[in-house]
T-cell receptor
Framework: AQKVTQAQTEISVVEKEDVTLDCVYETRDTTYYLFWYKQPPSGELVFLIRRNSFDEQNEISGRYSWNFQKSTSSFNFTITASQVVDSAVYFCALHTGGFKTIFGAGTRLFVKA | DSGVTQTPKHLITATGQRVTLRCSPRSGDLSVYWYQQSLDQGLQFLIQYYNGEERAKGNILERFSAQQFPDLHSELNLSSLELGDSALYFC?????????????FGPGTRLTVT
């Protein structure tokens, strides 16, 4: 069975703090794709990153970085020097061969000024 | 702006009624996905269409149906509405059939059933 777990329901940080959002996934497929999406207060989900199961390289994009570890089935997301505009709900998602994308429950991030 | 449009933005209706939600994908995208987001169920995949054909089904109730038209826009029909159907309904689109590429989401339709 496919499953995505985001154990952190809510995280609250002060601006300029670093924060890591955890994502643990389960699948028996050897080929799969992992995603992170951001849902700001406006409501529309925004794509952040896609990673396939054969590419374990970490990725950095500005203040965002992602750490993919197949050994622990984790795909964690770190925001460095958080800003108020980072306040949103962040979803981790898994796509396997069954044409379905499964989303985690989401982590709500509050960044206080 | 993702390029995906959804109408209406808000919909208030009564139990037992039927509504139609509309989605236009990004220009050039052939796949359309429908999702339901509610507080208790989270973000749930409902159904996917690719170039007019149904490709994948998720947790879609029998009271719900969808279709994709030749111009690639899609409609989600919800009938015999219940209070529990109140939710935010998202449409997303992507270029490929498999769903492994990133999906671009519309602004959603907030459905309230009273």
């Amino acid at each position: 069975a496919q499953k995505v777990t985001q154990a952190q329901t809510e995280i609250s940080v002060v601006e300029k703090e670093d924060v890591t959002l955890d994502c643990v996934y389960e699948t028996r497929d050897t080929t799969y794709y992992l995603f992170w999406y951001k849902q700001p207060p406006s409501g529309e989900l925004v794509f952040l990153i896609r990673r396939n199961s054969f590419d374990e390289q970490n990725e950095i994009s500005g203040r965002y970085s992602w750490n993919f570890q197949k050994s622990t089935s984790s795909f964690n997301f770190t925001i460095t020097a958080s800003q108020v505009v980072d306040s949103a709900v962040y979803f981790c998602a898994l796509h396997t061969g069954g044409f379905k994308t499964i989303f985690g429950a989401g982590t709500r991030l509050f960044v206080k000024a | 702006d993702s390029g995906v449009t959804q109408t209406p933005k808000h919909l208030i209706t009564a139990t037992g009624q039927r509504v139609t939600l509309r989605c236009s994908p990004r220009s050039g995208d052939l796949s359309v996905y429908w999702y339901q987001q509610s507080l208790d169920q989270g973000l749930q995949f409902l159904i996917q269409y690719y170039n007019g054909e149904e490709r994948a089904k998720g947790n879609i109730l029998e009271r719900f149906s969808a279709q994709q038209f030749p111009d690639l826009h899609s409609e989600l029909n919800l009938s015999s509405l219940e209070l529990g159907d109140s939710a935010l309904y998202f449409c997303a689109s992507s270029g490929n059939v498999g769903g492994a590429d990133e999906q671009y989401f519309g602004p959603g339709t907030r459905l309230t059933v009273t």
